[in-house]
């Protein structure tokens, strides 16, 4: 008998639909290795840019009901120490680079030297929600998603997928732009725009003042954006915000995403969250009587 959990991106084979969202434990080869340990059917790394960049000062992450709030300002080595640094390991799983640049030539470039040093796939990160000159800031305008994605298709022949924002009146025309751009699949969502106040100093209490919000606080949003555009793309979608249980993916999942990615629940509940909501997604297809986890792919548009 097949492997029940077994889905495809792309062409890309994950052995179960649950991968490690960006921006988490995706900087080091041992964390990315013990995430693929964990469970995980493919891993995403930090977002990485062609320079190295440090990020905002702290505070950068806090705490807050139903999530995190994070503006980290896109620390991160810079593609070519990364790629040097995870050359030497062996992830048992499919590794997914996350890239973001200031534009569409600039993202290019980022894409052609990630893939020649050996990625299983690019997720290109138009969407977040706090930095200058990059991320949703031009990942709002369906044609500058247009320009990044075809861009970027000229130089990689590996899956490209493409991270969007929900901070939009309409994220279905983003998703259109980039399929129809050449892109492979879609990411949804990254983190809502969002801050925290501290009462005592009247001061918000991240250094960047703003910040994107992530947790299961923001997943009725996630789902509903993954609900629309499977409507619209043929694509396939990647689930992500607030999958933090095995209904939670099933709900993507049925929403119309063909995997989904994890993130803020492995801070509340480790690394064991890939193995539990892998084994109750296989036993609630068990339970219903299907055959693959892709068969329950966008079933709540057919029911
Ligand atoms: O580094 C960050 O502050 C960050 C990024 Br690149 C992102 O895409 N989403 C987010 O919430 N934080």
Not at 66 to 88: C, D, K, S, V
Not at 230 to 249: E, F, H, M, R, T
Not at 271 to 287: A, C, K, T
Request: glycine share 12%.
């Amino acid at each position: 008998m097949g492997n029940i959990l077994e889905t495809d991106l792309a062409g890309l084979k994950l052995d179960n639909p649950t991968m490690l969202a960006a921006g988490v434990l995706g900087l080091s080869r041992k964390s990315l290795m013990r995430v693929g340990n964990a469970g995980a059917g493919a891993v995403v790394s930090k977002s990485l840019g062609i320079e190295p960049r440090h990020g905002y000062e702290n505070p950068t992450l806090v705490q807050v009901e139903g999530g995190i709030l994070n503006a980290m300002g896109l620390p991160n080595p810079g593609i070519r120490t990364f790629m040097q640094e995870i050359a030497e390991s062996r992830l048992n799983v499919p590794l997914i680079v996350s890239l973001y640049a200031f534009s569409p030539r600039e993202f290019a470039t980022a894409a052609h030297k990630a893939s020649a040093m050996g990625v299983d796939g690019l997720e290109l990160n138009v969407s977040c929600p706090h930095t200058i000159g990059t991320g949703q800031e031009i990942g709002r305008d369906p044609e500058r998603i247009k320009n990044i994605v075809e861009s970027a298709r000229k130089v990689v022949d590996v899956p490209l997928f493409v991270k969007l924002t929900p901070n939009v009146t309409d994220i279905v025309e983003l998703a259109e732009a980039a399929e129809r751009a050449g892109a492979d699949g879609i990411t949804a969502i990254n983190t809502v725009k969002a801050m925290a106040i501290d009462i005592e100093t009247s001061k918000p209490i991240l250094s960047n003042r703003i910040g994107g919000l992530s947790g299961s606080a923001i997943r009725p949003i996630a789902v509903r954006c993954v609900y629309e555009i499977y409507q619209a793309v043929k694509i396939p979608i990647i689930g992500c915000g607030g999958v933090d249980s095995w209904q939670a993916a099933v709900q993507f999942i049925q929403a119309g995403a063909s995997a989904v990615q994890i993130g803020t629940a492995i801070a509340t509940k480790g690394l064991s969250i890939f193995r539990n909501v892998n084994e109750g997604v296989e036993g609630f297809l068990n339970r219903k009587g299907y055959g693959s986890v892709k068969e329950i792919v966008g079933l709540s548009h057919r029911s």
